[in-house]
């Protein structure tokens, strides 16, 4: 099915620990992004991506990396993981940077915990 | 004060009642966003307008851009309603969110 996959789905850290998540867009979009969802929050931005090897940074950057080698997928990685980290992350994809005309396209989410 | 005001916070009611849920911005925007959350799962979007109302089955949005306000409505609400609705305003290359409705639909 078309749409936007998140790997993996659950995951548990101890402190220091490093890893990669994966989002995969399958719409041939432009634009990618990662967030984190944390509770009385909403979702915030961590680093987007308006085309293959381009990143840049959002609201909340720090501890995390990038990278966008091919078109369809964008690679968000913690290099040395804290507790402050445990969180959600939503990948999501877009035609442009204000959505175009369908909007963005959300994954299912890959809940952290950083013990 | 968020850029995002969405209310509110939570919200129970009963099979078939008529829903509404608001949400106020303060910045300049050019499209609105109403996403909605069941528990546990993936983030669904619902509708993106800039202007007037769209309306998808039960589900109705309206946005007053001289206002900054827009409403998302649900008629004959149902169980499978329940979730936590989210408004985003599309502001220069980004998302600004809500912090979310959540919606409690009883049998």
């Known amino acids: 099915n078309a749409g936007v996959t998140q790997t993996p789905k659950f995951r548990v850290l101890k402190t220091g620990q490093s890893m990669t998540l994966l989002c995969a867009q399958d719409?041939?979009?432009?634009?990618m992004y990662w967030y984190r969802q944390d509770p009385g929050m909403g979702l915030r931005l961590i680093h987007y991506?308006?085309?293959?090897?381009?990143?840049a940074k959002g609201e909340v950057p720090d501890g995390y990396n990038v990278s966008r080698l091919k078109k369809q997928n964008f690679l968000l990685g913690l290099e040395s993981a804290a507790p402050s980290q445990t969180s959600v992350y939503f990948c999501?994809?877009?035609?442009?940077?204000?959505?175009?005309?369908?909007?963005?396209?959300f994954g299912s989410g890959t809940r952290l915990t950083v013990v | 004060k968020n850029e995002v005001e969405q209310s509110p916070q939570n919200l129970t009611a009963q099979e078939g009642e008529f829903i509404t849920i608001n949400c106020s911005y303060s910045?300049?925007?050019?499209?609105l966003h109403w996403l909605q959350q069941h528990p546990g799962g993936g983030i669904v979007s619902l509708f993106m307008?800039?202007?007037g109302k769209k309306k998808h089955g039960r589900l109705i949005a309206t946005i007053n851009i001289q206002e900054k306000h827009s409403s998302l409505h649900i008629t004959a609400s149902h169980p499978r309603d329940s979730a936590v609705y989210i408004c985003?305003?599309?502001?220069?290359?980004?998302?600004?969110f809500g912090q979310g409705t959540r919606l409690t639909i009883n049998p």
């Open positions: 999501a994809s877009s035609y442009s940077t204000t959505g175009g005309l369908y909007g963005y396209t």
């Open positions: 991506s308006v085309g293959e090897g381009t990143t």
């Open positions: 307008l800039s202007s």
């Open positions: 910045v300049g925007i050019s499209a």
């Open positions: 985003a305003v599309q502001g220069a290359q980004k998302l600004v």
């Open positions: 719409m041939n979009h432009e634009y």
